[in-house]
């Protein structure tokens, strides 16, 4: 099962978009909650609405969002 996280968020990470137009960010926290808040934070930091992409939880949660203008 580990595994097949880590396949799936390797995946997730090498569909991420790099363009000029889209920025990725990641938080890591305790809670699916505040991991996201800190992402609604840093998008709303720099101006921007986020999509998350990928979430992983292997004592705490690690989530990865990507930000668009």
Request: aromatic share 10%; charged share 15%.
């Amino acid at each position: 099962m580990k595994n097949i996280n880590k396949f799936v968020f390797a995946a997730a990470i090498t569909l991420v978009s790099f363009g000029s137009f889209a920025q990725t960010v990641s938080a890591r926290a305790s809670t699916v909650d505040s991991a996201e808040a800190e992402i609604a934070a840093q998008a709303k930091k720099s101006g921007a609405s986020y999509k998350i992409i990928a979430a992983h939880y292997n004592n705490g949660v690690y989530m990865i969002a990507k930000l668009t203008k």
